[in-house]
């Protein structure tokens, strides 16, 4: 009896075969992937090794689309800003500042991971530079000098960072003090964030913007 004990020989699979096993990657697909990371889990929990499984893919693939972490992050910043919706100019100078701020903490508060770029004056996206150049716009054409502007343009930003972060129970992010006498007449000597931390602030006499730069027109008469 002839014994046969043929090798099994198993070929490899083509070269188009296992193309097809890896995913077509893209940046728009990479940048969509981190988004739903950072959204699910938080911008902390993002790493190019987790998205890189998160996509079935390998990490040092994605460095063919996205240069570094940081190009990641801008990135996203970029896909969030581009579907912002934009709303209408306001005549009224005081109402423009209140919409387009309603519309940037909307979005902060959606997707509170943006807050540590937008804080660190970090890759702003120009669709959000634009909003950002309608708030000042608004500030001057309340009457407000070019020193007091910026004062009060970065009070409000720090009161929407502190409580779209205080939102999400996250409001111990350190964030820019106000600068100018100005600002620290309203919310004397204290962090925007920091007063942000306990929810009773957000609902305290100062619970919109509208009522915010109100403050600011009463407290600008009285230092007049």
């Not at 009070?155 to 006498?181: E, T």
């Amino acid at each position: 009896m002839q014994k046969s004990n043929p090798e099994i020989v198993q070929e490899k699979p083509s070269r188009s075969v296992r193309s097809q096993r890896r995913p077509q990657l893209s940046r728009e697909k990479i940048v969509i992937a981190a988004i739903q990371i950072a959204d699910e889990r938080g911008e902390h929990e993002l790493s190019m090794p987790k998205l890189a499984r998160h996509l079935g893919a390998g990490t040092m693939s994605l460095y063919r689309h996205v240069e570094n972490r940081a190009d990641l992050l801008q990135g996203m910043l970029d896909h969030v800003a581009l579907n912002i919706v934009h709303p209408e100019s306001c005549d009224n100078p005081i109402d423009e500042v209140v919409v387009v701020f309603s519309v940037l903490q909307t979005t902060m508060v959606d997707k509170p991971w943006i807050v540590p770029s937008l804080a660190g004056c970090e890759g702003h996206s120009r669709h959000i530079c634009d909003l950002l150049d309608r708030i000042q716009n608004g500030l001057r054409g309340m009457g407000l000098s070019t020193h007091e502007t910026k004062a009060y343009y970065d009070m409000l930003l720090d009161y929407a960072y502190g409580s779209a972060l205080s939102a999400h129970g996250k409001a111990n992010y350190a964030l820019k003090d106000p600068v100018a006498d100005g600002a620290h007449s309203l919310m004397s000597n204290s962090r925007i964030s920091t007063a942000c931390k306990a929810d009773d602030i957000l609902v305290s006499s100062i619970s919109s913007y509208r009522e915010m730069v109100k403050a600011i027109l009463e407290a600008r008469a009285n230092t007049a």
